[in-house]
């Protein structure tokens, strides 16, 4: 059964840091690795999909990579600012289903 | 366009009630999940409809959970005899599934609260 874990569960940091955020699987057999932005009382946010065979995807200050074998993926954030204060979920599917199986999240606070 | 709404935002009920929750996926998308987000378990898979596929109940953690998608559109997520532990925020996601592109797209959930 695949395990997602991610590490740290909480992080607080000064505005205008760079920060990294780890996740990690047990069963490397996935289709891709989603990562997620959750606000307090609010839905899921889609920040960046990496298919199996890419190693990394950007989409502004965000930066995510996989090491597949290995079992890991990390999003870089540049330049914290505290409007990404939220909790910061990665997601895998796996290549036998279609469900995503879900880390803990890490609960981020950028202070100003 | 329009993402996954989900209906109601909130809803309270007393504990043996029975509940229904609905979700709209955006239009077009053939996949359609359902989870559930509690304290201390995190996000879990509850169930999947794709197309007219029979679809995937592996994750629903009981026989008082049911699920429909009529049409291949909206889905109802069914709570029979509700318990404490069943409050949670049920949240829907929808999925193009097309070329192999199997993004999830959330809808901001229901929160449900069995007193």
């Known amino acids: 059964k695949q395990e997602v874990t991610q590490i740290p569960a909480a992080l607080s940091v000064p505005e205008g840091e760079n920060l990294v955020l780890n996740c990690s699987f047990t069963d490397s057999a996935i289709y891709n690795l989603q990562w997620f932005r959750q606000d307090p009382g609010k839905g899921l946010t889609s920040l960046l999909l990496i298919q199996s065979s890419q190693r990394e995807q950007t989409s502004g200050r965000l930066n995510a990579s996989l090491d597949k074998s290995s079992g890991r993926s990390t999003l870089y954030i540049a330049a914290s600012q505290p409007g990404d204060s939220a909790t910061y979920l990665c997601a895998v599917i796996d290549n036998a289903g279609n469900m995503l199986t879900f880390g803990g999240g890490t609960r981020l606070m950028v202070k100003p | 366009g329009a993402g996954v709404s989900q209906s109601p935002s909130n809803k309270v009920t007393e504990k043996g009630k029975d509940v229904e929750l609905r979700c709209d996926p955006i239009s077009g998308h053939t996949a359609l999940y359902w989870y559930r987000q509690s304290l201390g378990q995190g996000l879990e898979f509850l169930i999947y409809?794709?197309?007219?596929?029979?679809?995937?109940k592996s994750g629903l953690p009981s026989d008082r959970f049911s699920a429909e998608r009529t049409g291949g559109s909206v889905s109802t997520l069914t709570i029979q005899r509700t318990q404490q532990e069943d409050s949670a925020v049920y949240l829907c996601?929808?999925?193009?599934?097309?070329?192999?592109?199997?993004?999830?797209?959330f809808g901001p959930g229901t929160r449900l609260t069995v007193t």
């Open positions: 996601a929808s999925s193009p599934q097309s070329q192999g592109f199997y993004e999830q797209y």
């Open positions: 409809f794709q197309g007219n596929s029979a679809p995937d």
